[in-house]
Each structure stands twice: as C-alpha cells, then as structure tokens.
C-alpha cells in the first residue's frame, strides 16, 4: 500500500468537502440565470468542445486508474486519479464559462435521436450534480490511507463518475450542431 499523503482529519474534511460541494452546486444552479453579453472576440462554444474533450480524457484516465490500481500500481493509480481531479476542476471552470458566455442552446432533433438524447441528458445532469462529494470522500479516504473505505466508495464513485466523463462528450456530439 502507499504511504498516507494527509493527515486524518474527518470533522474538517466532511465540512470542507461538503462546503466545497454546495457552493459549486448553487453556482451550477444559478447558471440558468446568468448570460453574459460579452464578445470575448471568439467562438464561446470552443468551452463545450474544451469540456468534450477534457471528459473524454478524464474517461480514459478512470478505466486506465482502475486497470493499474487491479495490478497493484498503487503510487500510479494515485497519480492518474489525481490528474483527473486537476482536469476536472479545469472543466469546471470552461463549464461556467460556457454558461455563462454562451446561455443555453436547445436541442433540435427528433424522433429516436431526441429521445435518446434527452435520456442521456436527463441521465447525465443528476449524476453530474451529485458526484463531486463522492470524488471528494473517495479521494480523502485514500489520501489519508483508509484504503478499505476509499474502496468500499470508489465501488460507487467510479461507475458513477465513469458515466459522467463518457456521457458528457456524446452530449456535446449530439447538440453542438445546434450551437
């Protein structure tokens, strides 16, 4: 196993993690209100596109996180795990950009594709609202070398964020013809 990274410290941890993800949900949720009329002097939807990629990547690092963490590269699945966090905080940030420079776009399928689109979506946005604690939680359990509860939680938070990270780019396949 690997050597613990951070100290132990649950009160702080829950009430930081916890903090840290309502904040960034009530500003997910306020970004329904918000649309800047800015010309930032290019195409804002490169941010969806940015945010398809990144998700792409941080789907890849999770199945290459799970394959070598199964062989016991523990040090390297810390590293890949890690680097998904960076890049999802990076696509955190180009998700509120988007948002808020480029408002929202309607779907203009129909028939079967804009049933499948909407269950993706319908699938995808629950799921992306509450899976930031559970990376969090998992995250700090094996940062702080409680590995069989950052197991017993990855077990969740995997499938989970895996979902998320793959469901996003065909969101944005299927609805950038429309920006």
């Not at 800047?36 to 792409?56: E, K, P, R």
């Not at 804009?114 to 899976?131: M, N, Q, R, S, V």
Request: charged share 15%; aromatic share 14%; glycine share 6%.
């Amino acid at each position: 196993m690997l050597k613990t990274s951070w100290k132990k410290n649950d009160k702080r941890a829950n009430w930081l993690i916890i903090s840290f993800s309502v904040v960034v949900f009530l500003i997910i949720a306020a970004l329904g209100r918000v649309h800047l009329q800015v010309d930032l002097g290019f195409d804002v939807h490169v941010f969806a596109l940015t945010n398809a990629v990144i998700n792409s990547i941080v789907a890849v690092l999770l199945v290459a996180a799970l394959v070598v963490v199964k062989k016991g590269h523990y040090e390297l699945h810390k590293k890949i795990m890690l680097f998904a966090m960076v890049l999802s905080i990076l696509f955190l940030v180009s998700y509120i950009c988007h948002h808020l420079f480029a408002g929202d776009t309607k779907f203009g399928g129909t028939g079967g594709l804009k049933t499948f689109y909407y269950i993706i979506l319908l699938t995808h946005i629950p799921l992306a609202g509450i899976i930031l604690p559970f990376i969090l939680f998992t995250a700090y359990r094996g940062l702080v070398g409680e590995y069989p509860r950052h197991k017993k939680i990855a077990r969740i938070t995997w499938p989970l964020w895996l979902y998320v990270a793959v469901t996003g780019p065909v969101i944005y396949i299927l609805i950038s013809p429309y920006y």
